[in-house]
């Protein structure tokens, strides 16, 4: 006697691949490619950031390029063109006022730039002919993803007090993301979190920085962790998200630079 799921008599489908791992668990690490390409846009920031906010600018549009596609492909809504267009015009819009306006005036900048966009945001949501489910999804995305994107404009500002400050941040995440690349969860953990320390040691010498090192490599060393461990999330695609996993942990670090070199060196 066959088995049936409901009244039309239709078999029950059979389990798509992968989907008994991802009921188990919905992260998957990135892996190593998108760890070697973090840690080359971390060295080509690491080389630029001590010429100043100019000579930075290039790897930053790069980095919120990315940025905004890798969110919207991490969210399974990849390709969205509108809200990725959206949110990385937005984090060129901050980029250009952090370049134009002082440096006791750079938060307002930042902020006023999000409040701008959340509103473009919405606009742009108006359009949208899909489910009130789907409005919501996509209105979550794309705000999401122009936070992230604006935020990483920080590093503009960052370079604005420090470059050498960003350089070291930047090549602890970079360390960092390579050594969690590891096939070893637990160790490759301890092991980026110490590959942040030890950016910070060499940068130490090599920056002028003093101890202060220390703490801008430990920094980019924690926010590459914690950018990884975003990117892993691999629910509702398939696969994982080669973009994310690149963007992401440089990304976090912006918010961590930015108010660190305020404090210790503004």
């Known amino acids: 006697?066959?088995?049936?799921?409901?009244?039309t008599g239709a078999e029950a489908p059979?389990?798509?691949?992968?989907?008994?791992?991802?009921?188990?668990s919905p992260l998957i690490p990135p892996g190593p490619a998108p760890a070697a390409?973090?840690?080359?846009?971390?060295?080509?920031?690491?080389?630029?950031?001590p010429f100043g906010p100019g000579a930075l600018a290039p790897a930053v549009v790069l980095?919120?390029?990315v940025t905004a596609a890798g969110w919207f492909r991490l969210n399974g809504m990849w390709p969205a063109r509108q809200g990725i267009a959206l949110a990385f015009a937005g984090g060129l819009a901050a980029d250009v006022t952090l370049l134009l306006v002082s440096r006791d005036r750079e938060p307002e900048g930042l902020l006023g730039t999000?409040?701008?966009?959340?509103l473009l945001v919405l606009v742009l949501q108006l359009r949208h002919r899909g489910s009130a489910e789907e409005r919501l999804d996509s209105l979550?995305?794309?705000?999401?993803a122009t936070l992230l994107t604006v935020l990483a404009a920080a590093h503009l500002a960052a370079a604005g007090i420090s470059g050498p400050a960003v350089a070291v941040t930047a090549a602890g995440a970079g360390a960092a993301a390579l050594l969690r690349a590891?096939?070893?969860?637990?160790?490759?953990?301890?092991?980026?979190?110490a590959a942040g320390v030890g950016a910070g040691a060499a940068g130490e010498e090599l920056t002028g920085l003093g101890t202060d090192a220390l703490a801008f490599g430990a920094a980019g060393g924690l926010a590459a962790v914690l950018g990884l461990r975003v990117a892993g999330y691999d629910f509702p695609s398939r696969f994982v998200h080669f973009t994310a996993g690149v963007a992401l942990p440089l990304t976090a670090a912006a918010p961590f630079v930015y108010p660190l070199a305020r404090a210790l060196l503004a």
């Open 14 to 24: 059979a389990p798509a691949p992968g989907a008994r791992h991802r009921a188990r």
């Open 37 to 49: 390409l973090t840690a080359a846009l971390a060295a080509v920031i690491a080389a630029t950031a």
């Open 1 to 7: 006697m066959s088995v049936h799921t409901g009244p």
């Open 140 to 144: 979550t995305a794309t705000a999401a």
């Open 63 to 65: 980095l919120q390029a």
């Open 114 to 118: 999000l409040g701008v966009w959340f």
């Open 182 to 193: 590891l096939p070893v969860p637990y160790l490759s953990l301890v092991l980026a979190l």
